[in-house]
């Protein structure tokens, strides 16, 4: 993984710690939030040829399992006229047009028997090159995706760093025009943040290998609790209260390696979202979780984490909102509706 600074150098962005003021803040922000927009809409392109590749290679798998159950059927008419021979009577036909007649049928029958044999073999030799070529631009597609994500991690180390710098100097504000300015400055920060958050979703539909209905549905389930849990910031979800459960341990997140993967519940995986992961407790649990004097509500979707004594996977947007890197001790109350 490369570190913010080197990252920085690559996008030449200058990092948080060198921008300081909100407009150096601001416009650092403005320089990260296009480039990994733009490399989501490469990504996207590229996704785009990817499943035009899986589309052409079911479609050779179902004119190879046709070919296939037309060359079965024969084989098995072969085999039951090795049995039994229909127009076995005709080898003793006297009549030399009959006899043609016969011969050409079984000329015929070898003919039909080499197509079909060809058929297969065609169809499997086209559908093995297509895979190795969907295999080769599966490998790129990913490299790019990784791009794509390194730069979506530096954009938004800068907006937690601007909207900090916002809150500062909203405090600060003395004057009506001064509160005009950090509140312009709000509103570009939040288009940076709903940029980044398409960008963020194109890499996970493109990292998805197949949007099947389980996944579909689980999605659009998911998507109501996901949008309440995210607009809590540090608060209660609107509707869910504590239950009095609550458990104590470390949490570790997880990122890029499984990005649109499928979750537990079959949803693919969003570092962006609000989602976490627990061993053992109900799909579709709402849960917040306290670590460094902050809090934030999470959507349990999936299952883990698997090493040593962890009790909590969070996603990427779940660490940063707790502020850990690798694992932090934490705080999970069990939260249900009300």
């Known amino acids: 993984m490369l570190t913010a600074a080197l990252v ?15 407009e150096d803040l601001q416009a650092s922000l403005d320089a990260a939030t296009s480039q990994a927009t733009s490399l989501s809409l490469a990504l996207e392109q590229a996704a785009a040829a990817d499943g035009g590749l ?71 030799a086209a559908a093995s090159a297509l895979r190795a070529k969907a295999e080769v631009r599966r490998a790129a597609l990913r490299q790019q995706a990784a791009s794509a994500l390194e730069a979506q991690e530096r954009a938004r180390g800068l907006l937690a ?53 389980r996944s579909q549905r689980a999605a659009v389930a998911e998507a109501p609790v996901v949008a309440l849990v995210e607009a809590a910031g540090g608060g209660y979800p609107a509707g869910y209260a504590p239950t009095g459960e609550v458990l104590r341990g470390l949490a570790s997140w997880y990122g890029p390696g499984f990005v649109g993967s499928p979750t537990a519940s079959g949803s693919p995986y969003d570092p962006e979202r609000l989602t976490c992961a627990h061993k053992t407790m109900r799909l579709g649990t709402v849960i917040r979780v306290s670590a460094n004097g902050r809090a934030v509500s999470c959507l349990v979707n999936d299952r ?28 999970i109350e069990v939260l249900a509706p009300v």
Request: proline content about 4%; charged content about 20%; glycine content about 6%.
């Open 8 to 22: 920085a150098a690559l996008l030449g962005v200058p990092s948080p710690a060198q921008a300081t003021s909100l």
């Open 54 to 124: 899986r589309v052409a290679l079911e479609r050779l798998a179902t004119e190879h399992d046709e070919a296939q159950a037309q060359l079965d059927a024969r084989v098995r008419q072969v085999w039951i006229s090795r049995r039994w021979n229909p127009m076995s009577w005709t080898t003793g036909l006297g009549n030399p047009g009959l006899r043609r007649i016969t011969q050409r049928g079984a000329s015929e029958a070898v003919r039909v028997e080499r197509e079909l044999v060809e058929a297969v073999s065609s169809r499997s």
């Open 161 to 213: 760093a601007a909207s900090a710098q916002v809150a500062r100097e909203a405090a600060a504000a003395a004057s009506a025009a001064e509160l005009a300015r950090v509140q312009t400055a709000a509103d570009a920060i939040a288009a940076s943040h709903a940029s980044l958050d398409t960008a963020s979703a194109v890499v996970t539909r493109a990292l998805t290998p197949a949007q099947t209905r």
């Open 304 to 331: 883990g984490p698997y090493v040593g004594p962890r009790i909590l996977d969070m996603s990427r947007a779940g660490s940063r909102a707790l502020g850990y890197d690798g694992v932090a001790e934490v705080v």
